[in-house]
């Protein structure tokens, strides 16, 4: 069983860009969780998602940040007009209904410059 | 909201000694999960446990809810122990995970 992907891995783009970063659930998995880690620090939440509906999005920042789980492909965390502060780890973790046990993908890093 | 704090911050221990990490938290919890992050920022599972015990290898965990607390415990510690413990929570009422800020481990060979 494939775990969790996260694509790309590794994504640089100049201030004023857009950022996407995708995630592809663990299969029959139905939930996916974003967060956000800065060097040295632990994981923040950002948004909780079911397939087509954000159940807990108190983590995102205001502006500029957005999350999709469509029903047909994977979850999609974009960061619009990025600043040189977005650049960070981040994560992407999914569960099945009934636990919500989160396995977690391999991150992406994200550098702006 | 709920606080989750873990001691200790940082631990050194010589290959083959035991060492305890304690989490806790501030209120009620539905969910409460152990992660290993590995030295390459890989989060490892290593328990979903929101309550009771739990044992896998030289790795165990217990959580007393009423309490609000959990303990790893890390028996015959290896190098590739080294890396960062956290502790996460969704607490009661919410789908909001909190993490702790982490136990950085290190293990001398």
């Known amino acids: 069983n494939a775990g969790v992907m996260q694509n790309p891995r590794h994504l640089v783009r100049r201030r004023g860009q857009e950022a996407r970063l995708r995630c592809s659930p663990v299969?029959?998995?139905?939930?996916v969780y974003w967060y956000r880690q800065l060097p040295e620090e632990g994981l923040k939440f950002m948004v909780y998602?079911?397939?087509?509906?954000?159940?807990?999005e108190s983590g995102m920042p205001k502006e500029r940040f957005s999350a999709e789980f469509p029903k047909e492909g994977p979850s999609i965390l974009r960061i619009q007009q990025v600043v040189r502060g977005d650049s960070a780890a981040y994560f992407c973790?999914?569960?099945?209904?009934?636990?919500?046990?989160?396995?977690f993908g391999p991150g992406t890093r994200l550098t702006v410059t | 909201g709920i606080q989750v704090e873990q001691s200790p911050p940082d631990l050194i221990l010589q290959e083959g000694a035991n060492s305890t990490l304690r989490c806790n938290f501030s209120d009620s919890v539905n969910n409460l999960q152990w992660f290993h992050q590995n030295p390459w920022g890989q989060l490892i599972n290593l328990f979903y446990?929101?309550?009771g015990t739990k044992q896998n290898g030289r790795l165990s965990a217990t959580t007393v809810a009423t309490e609000r607390y959990s303990l790893l415990y890390i028996s015959s510690s290896q190098t590739t122990d080294s890396g960062v413990y956290f502790c996460?929570?969704?607490?009661?009422?919410?789908?909001?995970?909190?993490f702790g800020a982490g136990t950085r481990l290190f293990v001398k060979a």
């Open positions: 299969k029959g998995h139905s939930h």
């Open positions: 973790a999914s569960s099945p209904p009934l636990t919500r046990e989160q396995y």
């Open positions: 996460a929570v969704e607490y009661t009422g919410g789908f909001k995970t909190i």
């Open positions: 446990i929101p309550s």
């Open positions: 998602l079911q397939k087509e509906n954000i159940i807990d």
